[in-house]
Structures are given as structure tokens and as C-alpha cells.
Nanobody, 123 residues
Framework: QVQLVGSGGGVVQTGGSLSLSCAASGRTFGTYMGWFRQAPGKEREFLAAISWSGGAGYYAESMKGRFTIAADSAKRTVYLQMNNLKPEDTAVYSC?????????????????WGQGTQVTVSS
């Protein structure tokens, strides 16, 4: 079992930045960690993922350039730095973990989820 606790959401103006955190505990060895978001009336959207060994991370094409994922394996914490935020970025952001040997982009392939944190970007 993997437990995930996300934090860091809030309200920010257009063009602002926010950093989200996700603390993982339990059997995290070998997992990929990812971030998703879900806006009202829309499906859950894959944003980025990374392994505990670090590296550059893997991003959805539309997220490249504004969002950066990072992992601190010692703290077992994953971060999502979001810059130049836009009103369309308003959503509930959730971290997730998967034991798969590849990075899936479909939400149903991720086994563990954090509670989600609201990000609101005002215009």
C-alpha cells in the first residue's frame, strides 16, 4: 500500500506561480509518481510523472514549459512547480502512484491517489 498526501493548492492571479507537494509513505519503492488534474465537467488529465531515481520527468505535451515535476527520494516527496498560470489551469490537482514498469497516462492505470488540492487561477 502507498499513502499519498498532497498539499500546496490555493488561489493565484493569472501569470502567477504555485508549487504543489505530495508526500508518499508505505511501499513506495519502484513506483512512478505522477500529477493529474480535473476541472469541473472534464475528465482527469495527466500532467507529468517521475521516478524516485529522479531524472527529467515525463510530461504531457501541453504541460511542457510551464510545469516542472521533481522528486526528493530522501523525503519521499514529489513536487509540481507551476508557472505562468492561466484561468484554464483551474482544477483539482491530485498526485498518484503506480507500480507499473512504464508511465501510463490514463488515470485508471494509477493505483494510489492523494486527496487532491484545489488550484484556482483568477483572471
Amino acid at each position: 500500500q502507498v499513502q499519498l498526501v498532497g498539499s500546496g493548492g490555493g488561489v493565484v492571479q493569472t501569470g502567477g506561480s504555485l508549487s504543489l507537494s505530495c508526500a508518499a509513505s508505505g511501499r513506495t519503492f519502484g513506483t512512478y509518481m505522477g500529477w493529474f488534474r480535473q476541472a469541473p465537467g472534464k475528465e482527469r488529465e495527466f500532467l507529468a510523472a517521475i521516478s524516485w531515481s529522479g531524472g527529467a520527468g515525463y510530461y504531457a505535451e501541453s504541460m511542457k514549459g510551464r510545469f516542472t515535476i521533481a522528486a526528493d527520494s530522501a523525503k519521499r516527496t514529489v513536487y509540481l512547480q507551476m508557472n505562468n498560470l492561466k484561468p484554464e489551469d483551474t482544477a483539482v490537482y491530485s498526485c498518484a502512484a503506480t507500480m507499473k514498469s512504464y508511465i501510463p497516462t490514463a488515470a485508471y492505470e494509477w493505483s494510489y491517489w492523494g486527496q487532491g488540492t484545489q488550484v484556482t487561477v483568477s483572471s
